[in-house]
């Protein structure tokens, strides 16, 4: 009975000495190769996450930065009611008369853009020109060139990415009809009102037409066109918002109405 204990706790014994004197696994190519690609994945995840959110909020913050400093520098302050003369009918009529700019030069900031739907904290520089490298990509709305500038007959055309760069039109698609799209030069702010959403692939240039997806028509209205990615990451199609003028504000007369937070899913 002792001898059949004691023999096996030695076969025991010598089964744990066989099984640790195992040689380990020898890593194969396909594996190492397998490993590579786990890590590859994990780095270029966190790359997206990266400039998905984290790195569009740091850019965009700082873009709002950038285009409350140039807004700010255009304001200037309304003159008192009792030093105003009484305007002859020849300077209402000039006051009536909405001022265009003359197409400035490739890359030239000339502009801001509001949309209050966005957040009071919505605003980003415009820029001459629609390059992705000088324009887009620098976080900037970019205006199309040969297309009407803010306040001029025709239609206004502007560009901006919808992630990555600060993703200035990332929010497009929550627009709500009657929304106000602002646009504030040195000499005021132009309204635009907000009326639909198309989606469109990326050859139908019409939508920068003097009257949108109308060839042929001559332009006899004011109209904003807004043009972003749609999906996100998809570069064959664009998502496309449309508005029409509704007023100017004079610098003088300090920022307009329309300026002010919307009512949640107001419509007008």
């Known amino acids: ?16 000495a066989r099984g640790s004197s195992r040689p380990r696994r ?8 397998g490993e590579i690609l ?22 965009g913050a700082e873009k709002h930065r950038e285009a409350s400093a140039l807004s700010q520098s255009w304001m200037t302050p309304a003159p008192a009611a009792s ?5 002859t009918p020849a300077e209402e009529a000039a006051e009536a008369t909405v001022p265009v700019q003359t197409q400035p030069d490739h890359g030239t ?3 801001v853009m509001f949309i209050p739907r966005f957040g009071p904290q919505w605003q980003f520089t415009i820029a001459a020109g629609t390059s992705r490298s000088d324009i887009l990509d620098a976080g900037e709305i970019g205006h199309y060139a040969d297309t009407a500038m803010p306040g001029g007959v025709g239609n206004t055309v502007y560009a901006a990415h919808r992630w990555t760069s600060g993703a200035p039109f990332d929010p ?3 627009l709500v009809i009657g929304d106000a799209i602002v646009v504030q030069t040195p ?17 139908q240039v019409e939508v920068l037409l003097p009257v949108p997806q109308q060839v042929g028509v001559e332009a006899n209205g004011r109209y904003l066109t807004l043009t972003s990615c749609a999906p996100k990451l998809n570069m064959l199609e664009r998502i496309i918002a449309y508005a029409v003028f509704d007023s100017f504000t004079p610098a003088a007369a300090g920022p307009p109405a329309s300026l002010a937070a919307p009512t949640v899913g107001a419509t007008s």
Not at 1 to 16: Q, V, Y
Not at 26 to 33: E, M, P, Y
Not at 83 to 87: L, Y
């Open 38 to 59: 786990i890590t590859v994945g994990v780095v270029a995840l966190l790359f997206v996450s990266w400039q998905m959110w984290i790195g569009d909020r740091i850019i």
């Open 1 to 16: 009975m002792g001898d059949t204990g004691t023999n096996s706790r030695r076969e025991l014994r010598a089964r744990r």
């Open 26 to 33: 020898r890593a194969t190519f396909l594996g190492v190769v």
């Open 172 to 174: 497009i698609d929550q």
């Open 109 to 111: 900031q000339f502009g």
């Open 83 to 87: 030093a105003s003369p009484t305007p």
């Open 187 to 203: 000499d005021g702010w132009y309204t635009y009102r907000f009326r639909t959403l198309e989606y469109v692939q990326d050859t």
